[in-house]
């Protein structure tokens, strides 16, 4: 009874995705692996974007093997740099006729000062970022599909997170948690932004919390500050914490339900909507944020 109610909420559409495409970033594993599978077995056309192909590739023919399709494709996808998206973008827009949904699941959490390819802090670079640009690029392709899907996923740390327009890139003091609730909280800003933009365009954007999942999202734990905490609530945790399967259901539940068509700018977790807090939902720091990341990546 208690790994029922912590797995969540679980996607019950029956939907058929035959006809459809999606790209899925972060495919070839966690939540992003078990969300391909199950829209594989709905008949779509699934891109695994990937930043490791060889990978991918194993991930898709595994995929291949459990639901017999033969519409499983790996591309390159490094977000943590603006080439490898301007060059993944340009290769969908020659390669596909359509694209019904993009998955934005990919993400890095609490690892230490990094930077990306551009320069960027790296959790920004490539949770915010990296999607921010790839969704630009495809925005035209996503329209011409109509009706279309866009889901960011986030987190439930950007409640407690703060767009530090000061130091956005965290130099003057990093702090890895706080420079991922800032990511987390920039995905839902990105969303609710993004879906004013594409009022009557018959596309839409919504954001998640996957829950919280036994995933290698979680590497960086293991440093020197989070060793010890990680090895004594191990076990607590295989029982309190979501299995891929059962994080990927609201991943899933907003890329096929018909329940959530021409539904947009919204924020769910365990397959229903949830309220942002006041401070998530600032359409002055929206639309700030908005700029910068356009003049950050050039677009």
Known sequence: MLRRYFAGGVCTSKASMVGKTVIITG????????SALDIARRGARVIMACRNAEEGEKVAAEIREKTGSTQIVVRTLDLASLTSVRNFAEEIKRSENRLNVLLNNAGVMMCPPMKTADGFEMQ???NHLGHFLLTNLLLDLLKSSAPSRIVNVSSTAHKHGKIHF???MLEKKYDSWGSYQQSKLANVYFTTELAKRLEGTNVTANCLHPGVIRTNLGRHLNNAGWKVATTLTYFPAKLFLKTPTEGAQTNIYLSVSEEVEGVTGKYFADCKEEKLLPHAKDDVVGKR???VSEQLVGF
Not at 27 to 34: F, L, Q, R, T
């Open 124 to 126: 920004l670079g490539t």
């Open 27 to 34: 495919a070839n594993s966690g939540i992003g692996k078990e």
């Open 289 to 291: 944020l908005w700029e």
């Open 166 to 168: 000061d130091d956005l």
